[in-house]
């Protein structure tokens, strides 16, 4: 009777694994005709500045319209992406597509708003980065200057010194660069110091920890990366804001920018008409 019943058990738990496998190969077969079938989309998250309230540029953040299932979070197939390479490819169509999309986008002072753009490990590692982030910036006119590339701090582990030589080839070009979901990794410090960042995007885990029981420490820590960001000539953009007491907080802090559900959400077009 237990004997069977064990064996129903194993049998359910094969059964799902099995059906996992077969919905993650149909996902990435599928994710391999998406580029040429046009599924990809990006939407833009505006940044706001602290200080002015004023939205100064904005995030592109990709999306996948896939035909059975509809529109995915990057979460649902970046993985896949990285894993198979095939974020190469698709890194190379969000260059293009995004900075198409932000040569067309002017500030409601006349000022011209950044572009922020998402680039991987397995991106920045491989050597046509930058002819296609070179095609990008010459087939839309944009000013590098108003791009910034983001990178996470997993992305520079595996060799530092590579990542240094890309980082400042990028920056040689104008691009500025910003670390993204900083303080989430083991070694922020070291990443901070010896890589050519412009801005250090705080994750938004922090943010959420502000106003929470175990986030007594919190508060210190913002000000201090802050404070020290500041001391580098760098800027702090605070992401996940999702609440005014959270946003009183971070100016209260000194953050620089913010992003969040508080201010905008990710949408379709860019904020800039
Ligand atoms: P990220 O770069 O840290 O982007 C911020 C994420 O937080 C976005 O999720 C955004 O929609 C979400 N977010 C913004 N405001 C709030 C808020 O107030 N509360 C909460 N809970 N979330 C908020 P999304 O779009 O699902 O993207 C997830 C991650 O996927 C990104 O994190 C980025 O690492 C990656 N990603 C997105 N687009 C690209 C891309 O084009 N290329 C690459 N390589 N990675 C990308
Ligand atoms: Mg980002
Ligand atoms: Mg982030
Ligand atoms: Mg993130």
């Not at 070009?173 to 070291?190: E, P």
Request: one cysteine or more.
């Amino acid at each position: 009777e237990a004997k069977r019943a064990g064996r129903d058990r194993v049998e359910v738990f094969d059964h799902r694994i099995h059906q996992r496998q077969k919905h993650r190969s149909a996902r990435e077969s599928a994710l391999r005709t998406a580029l040429g079938a046009e599924e990809f989309r990006l939407h833009y998250q505006p940044v706001i500045d602290l200080r002015s309230d004023r939205v100064v540029g904005a995030e592109a953040l990709l999306r996948w319209d896939h035909p059975q299932e509809g529109l995915l979070l990057p979460a649902a197939f970046l993985g896949l992406a990285e894993e198979s390479n095939l974020i190469v490819d698709i890194g190379a169509w969000v260059l293009r597509a995004a900075m198409a999309e932000a040569a067309g986008w002017s500030g409601d002072d006349g000022g011209r708003p950044w572009l922020s753009i998402n680039v991987s490990g397995r991106q920045l590692a491989h050597p046509d980065l930058l002819l296609h982030l070179d095609a990008a910036l010459l087939a839309s006119g944009l000013d590098p200057a108003r791009v910034e590339i983001e990178i996470t701090e997993t992305v520079a582990l595996h060799d530092l010194d590579a990542t240094q030589r890309v980082l400042t080839a990028v920056r040689a070009r104008g691009l500025h660069i910003a670390l993204d979901d900083f303080g989430t990794g083991y070694s922020s410090l070291t990443w901070l110091q010896r890589l050519p960042v412009d801005t250090v995007k705080l994750d938004r885990s922090f943010v959420a920890d502000l106003l929470s029981p175990g986030g007594r420490h919190t508060p210190s820590i913002i000000g201090g990366v802050t404070a020290l960001a500041h001391a580098m000539g760098k800027h702090v953009i605070a992401e996940g804001i999702e609440s005014t007491q959270q946003r009183d907080h971070l100016v209260e802090l000194g953050c620089d920018y913010a992003q969040g559900y508080l201010f905008h959400h990710p949408a379709p077009h860019g904020p800039f008409g």
